[in-house]
Structures are given as structure tokens and as C-alpha cells.
């Protein structure tokens, strides 16, 4: 019997969005093409499996904070150190890839030169470049990303992959198959676009302009291409 790929949901998108596309899960799922996709809503206090019994494990985005160890995130952390003593192949976004560097001993705050978010350029380095989460990738990605904080260091044993001005930790490898990628490779120029466009008066009182943030959007397979990877690696 195949094991599943779980999805740990430790968000939602905005609700009219999700009525509209559906939710982070969702357009994993659809990114991954693979069977026996399962969801917990760890947000919500549902309950994680053993890590044993799982093919592999998504830790989706959240517009909590890693810093305000809520009880379910810090549930969720021990978990993540448990799945990866296990073995098992793991790809964290956003809120997933700052838990799991907290967890593991690296350090997560605010991101010293403000929200990122947008289309934004990764550059990969010789690690990113050989590794198998980027193959058939070019050196620069174009990926969709929304975020306050960040990894302000790595836990011990990280391999970086790829950086940007805004955040020298953009992606990063433990072992051989668990990822960390601070971007949303599950969205597309239209999910990005929405954000932005609900953020427009946040973005302004921020002092970033949200109509050349509008403007930089473009359709990129860049973020699919990681997804198919992943589910490769499975």
C-alpha cells in the first residue's frame, strides 16, 4: 500500500481568493500530481500522524508569525524534527521553511529591510544549481513571494541554495531530500496579483509602490518546475 504525501496546513489564503481558486493545499496538490495527497489543518488543532507511516510531507504557508510560538506551531515544530529524523522528504514554504530553521536551531524575526512581496528574482548558487529541487531550472528564478520575516540564520548542517537582496536565505537543504524555500512555488501570476491588490493601501503605508509591484508580474512555470521536482524526489 502506498503511503500519502501529507500537506501540514498552517494557514489560509485570503478568503475571497480561496472561494474563488481554492487554498494552499489545493494548488500543492495540483502542483505535486501525485496520488494520495492528504491535508491536516494544524492551525485549526488537528492532529499530525507519525512521520513513519508518510511518502513525504508539504508544509504550506501561514500569516501567523514563528516568533508568537503559538501552542499549534510549536506542536507542528517538534513534529518537523521528528519527520526529519525520519528520513523523510519534506519541502517547507514560507511559514514552513522559518519553522522548521526555528525548530532545528537556526534563528527567524522580522526581515530588516521590510515585506517582500511580489514577483521577485532567486539567484541560486553552485549548491542551488546542482541540486536536484532546481534541476532544469535557470540560475535566476522567477517566483511569487509575500513575507515579513525570515531565517536570519541557518541551523547547523544547512546547505544554502539560493539568495536574493532582500533575503540571503531564500531556499536551503538539510540532508538529502528536506527543503526550505522562504518564496510560494504553489503560486501563479494571478494568485500574486491578488495579493497585491488587496495589500495596495498596506503596501503604500509601507512606503513600496503597488503598482510597479503589479507591473513586475508575469506568468513563471519557474515555481511548477520546483513542485514536479519535488514529487520526484518522493
Known amino acids: 500500500m502506498t503511503r500519502p504525501v501529507l500537506i501540514v496546513k498552517t494557514g489560509s489564503t485570503m478568503p475571497h481568493l480561496a472561494a474563488e481558486r481554492g487554498d494552499y493545499e489545493d494548488w500543492i496538490a495540483d502542483g505535486l500530481s ?124 544547512a546547505v544554502a541554495l539560493g539568495h536574493n537582496e532582500m533575503d540571503p536565505h531564500q531556499a536551503y537543504r538539510l540532508g538529502a531530500r528536506v527543503w526550505g524555500v522562504q518564496f510560494h512555488p504553489e503560486w501563479d501570476d494571478g494568485v500574486i496579483r491578488a495579493y497585491l491588490e488587496a495589500r495596495r493601501e498596506v503596501l503604500r503605508e509601507e512606503g513600496l509602490d503597488p503598482e510597479a509591484l503589479l507591473d513586475r508580474v508575469a506568468p513563471s512555470a519557474h515555481g511548477e518546475r520546483i513542485l514536479e521536482n519535488f514529487a520526484r524526489a518522493l
Not at 526555528?102 to 521577485?120: C, F, P, Q, S
Not at 532567486?122 to 517566483?143: H, I, Q, Y
Request: with cysteine.
Open 34 to 157: 501525485v496520488p494520495d495527497v492528504r491535508t491536516v489543518a494544524v492551525e485549526a488543532g488537528e492532529a499530525l500522524p507519525d512521520p513513519e507511516t508518510l511518502r513525504g510531507v508539504v508544509v504550506t504557508g501561514s500569516s501567523a508569525l514563528v516568533t508568537d510560538r503559538l501552542d499549534w506551531s510549536e506542536r507542528t515544530g517538534a513534529w518537523l524534527r521528528a519527520a526529519v529524523d525520519a528520513e523523510i522528504p519534506m519541502l517547507c514554504i514560507c511559514y514552513g521553511h522559518q519553522l522548521l530553521a526555528d525548530t532545528l536551531g537556526g534563528t527567524v524575526g522580522a526581515n530588516r529591510k521590510g515585506r517582500e512581496i511580489g514577483a521577485i528574482d532567486v539567484t541560486l548558487n553552485e549548491a542551488g544549481r546542482a541540486d536536484p529541487l532546481f534541476e532544469g531550472l535557470p540560475e535566476t528564478l522567477r517566483v511569487s513571494s509575500s513575507h515579513r520575516q525570515q531565517v536570519l540564520a541557518l541551523p547547523e548542517g
